[in-house]
Nanobody, 116 residues
């Protein structure tokens, strides 16, 4: 049974940093690309970043580019999202995502609030 469990969200001031973590289980983690999505109230869920199986290739949406870094640790079955210089518009529920054997898998999400 595939499980993705996010953690690390919280309240941070504009300009601050957070590191999100996603613990994966139930599949061969190192064989699958991983991604982070986010969804703000009243908006559609959007892609934030993607990382390849080895971590050698990463891609970012335009908004977080240069401020966020996605990484993974295949030995620990973990994927991370380091978020720096956070802006109020980054506030959202952040989701870990993978397509495993043709099926989309989502975590429960972790809330990020950016406010002074």
């Amino acid at each position: 049974q595939v499980q993705l469990v996010e953690s690390g969200g919280g309240l941070v001031q504009p300009g601050g940093s957070l590191r999100l973590s996603c613990a994966a289980s139930g599949f061969t983690f190192s064989s699958y690309a991983m991604s982070w999505y986010r969804q703000a109230p009243g908006k559609e869920r959007e892609l934030v970043a993607i990382i390849s199986t080895t971590g050698g290739t990463t891609m970012y949406a335009d908004s977080p580019k240069g401020r966020f870094t996605i990484s993974r640790d295949n030995a620990k079955n973990m994927v991370y999202l380091q978020m720096n210089s956070l802006k109020p518009e980054d506030a959202a529920v952040y989701y870990c995502h993978a397509v495993v054997s043709g099926r989309e898998q989502w975590g429960q999400g972790t809330q990020v609030t950016v406010s002074s």
